[in-house]
């Protein structure tokens, strides 16, 4: 989305470079972080987040571990890495690109013999992914761009951008491309309550891009939905099942139903990465249940009565039913989606 594009995270040879997104937009500040446990702390406390960057933060927090292991062995190098990777793997149960990155990794220090080696493989590994990433978004945003006809309003839901993938960018990503095709776009971005991800961050990636948005609350969707002032909602995901079943962040549901109701195309927007064939349905995926304060508070300034119980669930699940197409860097997939994921993985 230009050459204002967010870095989120930067690997500086021996410690990463994350920019706190808890801090957006009110400041740009940025922590230097040397070890796995600090990267894990980074990722739990969302400072940063998306399912596609936090693979990519998973990748370099295994190659921090590899880093400071002092260790005699092979075999005891290993059992430590592995024990870095279970704290990794702990930090979000739902979006599955931390899992693909984490065991991605795990095969590259299995493959080595030499401890000395296979530290400079895991770097380079790790490296390679964010790379990787960056590459898929630009070709998934290119592709799904050529779904969006001139003059376009776009609702998004959540923050989907740089921000998200250390790209471009998945939704936030299709949505730039358009705009830099020379396709006049508008995004309706949604607030996407209890931690505002679209208020905070997708209005700010939309500011510094230069793409006209409008902010509106979680439920006005439907208002503009059933006025006609929504042409197409573009979303990102966390993880799909094997037959399209989508998980993303709770409210994503609603928006779908909606948009069938409507009459309205929905596309979901993710890499290959986070696609998990190991699981048949939606019914499957596992649902991150968050703090309740997070609901009960904004900023930490309560906006419930004190005692007030809530519920927290990240994410929800969209039943492939509800949706028009997904949007990969190999391609397009449209019903049926269980074998359209099976020919592009």
């Not at 396709?183 to 990636?205: F, H």
């Not at 006025?227 to 799909?240: K, P, Q, S």
Request: charge should be neutral; charged fraction near 25%.
């Amino acid at each position: 989305m230009g050459d204002e594009r967010a870095r989120p995270i930067e690997w500086l040879g021996d410690h990463v470079r994350l920019l706190d997104q808890t801090r957006l937009p009110g400041e740009e500040v940025y922590l230097e972080l040397d070890s796995y446990q600090g990267l894990a702390e980074a990722i739990r406390e969302l400072r940063i987040r998306g399912a596609p960057a936090i693979g990519v933060a998973a990748a370099y927090g295994m190659a921090l571990a590899a880093l400071k292991i002092e260790a005699g062995s092979r075999d005891d190098f290993l059992t430590r890495l592995r024990r870095a990777s279970r704290a990794l793997a702990a930090t979000r149960p739902t979006a599955v690109n931390l899992r693909w990155a984490i065991e991605r990794m795990k095969k590259v220090a299995a493959a080595g013999r030499d401890i000395g080696r296979i530290k400079q493989a895991l770097v380079e590994e790790a490296v390679r992914i964010h790379r990787e990433q960056f590459e898929a978004d630009r070709r998934l945003s290119q592709l799904g761009a050529g779904l969006i006809k001139d003059g376009s309003v776009i609702l998004t839901h959540c923050n989907t951008g740089a921000l998200a993938t250390t790209g471009c960018g998945t939704a936030l990503g299709v949505i730039g491309a358009a705009a830099e095709g020379g396709k006049a776009v508008k995004v309706l971005a949604t607030e996407t309550r209890p931690l505002l991800q679209g208020a905070r961050l997708t209005c700010w990636e939309l500011q510094r891009a230069g793409i006209p948005a409008t902010l509106i609350t979680d439920s006005m969707a439907g208002y503009f939905m059933s006025r006609g002032g929504v042409d197409c909602v573009i979303v990102g995901a966390d993880r799909i099942a094997a037959n399209g079943d989508t998980a993303n962040k709770i409210g994503t549901y609603t928006l779908a139903v909606l948009a069938r109701e409507n009459g309205i195309p929905f596309y979901v927007a993710a890499p290959t990465s986070t696609i998990d064939p190991t699981l048949a349905a939606g019914d499957d995926i596992p649902i991150e249940q968050r703090r309740p304060e997070e609901v009960t508070h904004i900023r930490g300034v309560p906006i419930a009565p004190e005692g007030c119980q809530a519920a927290n669930p990240a994410f929800d699940i969209t039943p492939h039913k509800y949706i028009t197409a997904i949007i990969t860097e190999r391609g397009i997939i449209r019903e049926p989606f269980g074998e359209g994921i099976r020919r592009i993985l």
